[in-house]
Structure formats: C-alpha cells, structure tokens
C-alpha cells in the first residue's frame, strides 16, 4: 500500500522560509516523478512544482518560481519542497503526490495523495 507522508507546515510571517518532507511508502519510489500542489480554502487545488523520477528536471509554476526548490531523495524516498520569501498568498494546504504520467502540472496525472500540511503565512 502506497502511503505518503507529510511535515514542515506551520505558521510563519511574510518573509520567512519553511521547508516542507514527504516520505513515501513506495517499493519503486525511484521510478516515479513527484508533485507538490496546494489548496487555499474556496480555490481549486493548484500545481506548484514537480520534479522527474531520476531528480534532474524540475518545474515550478510561476507564482514560486525562483522562491521554491523541489528536490528528491530516492535513498531516502523522500521528496521536498524548500520554500523562501513566503508571501500571504503562499497559504494553503499542501499535498505531495505521486505521478502517473501525463502532464506532471494536473493533479489528475498523480494517483496518490498525502493527507496534507497546513502553511500559513501570516503577519
């Protein structure tokens, strides 16, 4: 059974940084790309960055480019996201999942979902 595991949200100011694990359950964890997507009460569940099975191609939507880092650990069978410079906007709760294939930016190209961390960003 694929379990995935989230940790690292809290409550920070503007500004601050948190950086956020997803340890997987997965047998095979190293032959599969991982996403991180978000959900702000009333919105839709957004993208927010992807990283290949094999760890050297990465993607980011544009409003964390530049402020988030995904990386993966396939020894480990973690995946993570370093977040700098939180913004108000940065909060929501935040999902890893695994992919399946397809457009690594929908969540419909994943098939397993952690339960979720909260990140608040707030002054």
């Known amino acids: 059974q694929v379990q995935l595991v989230e940790s690292g949200g809290g409550l920070v100011q503007p500004g601050d940084s948190l950086r956020l694990s997803c340890a997987a359950s997965?047998?095979?964890?190293?032959?599969?790309?991982m996403g991180w997507f978000r959900q702000a009460p009333g919105k839709e569940r957004e993208f927010v960055a992807a990283?290949?099975?094999?760890?050297?191609?990465?993607y980011y939507a544009d409003s964390v480019k530049g402020r988030f880092t995904i990386s993966k650990d396939n020894a480990k069978n973690t995946v993570s996201l370093q977040m700098i410079s939180l913004k108000p906007e940065d909060t929501a709760v935040y999902y890893c999942?695994?992919?399946?294939?397809?457009?690594?930016?929908?969540?419909?190209?994943?098939?397993?979902w952690g339960q979720g961390t909260q990140v608040t960003v707030s002054s």
């Open positions: 997965i047998l095979t964890f190293a032959t599969y790309a």
């Open positions: 999942a695994r992919s399946i294939g397809g457009l690594i930016t929908t969540p419909r190209s994943y098939n397993y």
């Open positions: 990283i290949t099975w094999h760890g050297d191609g990465t």
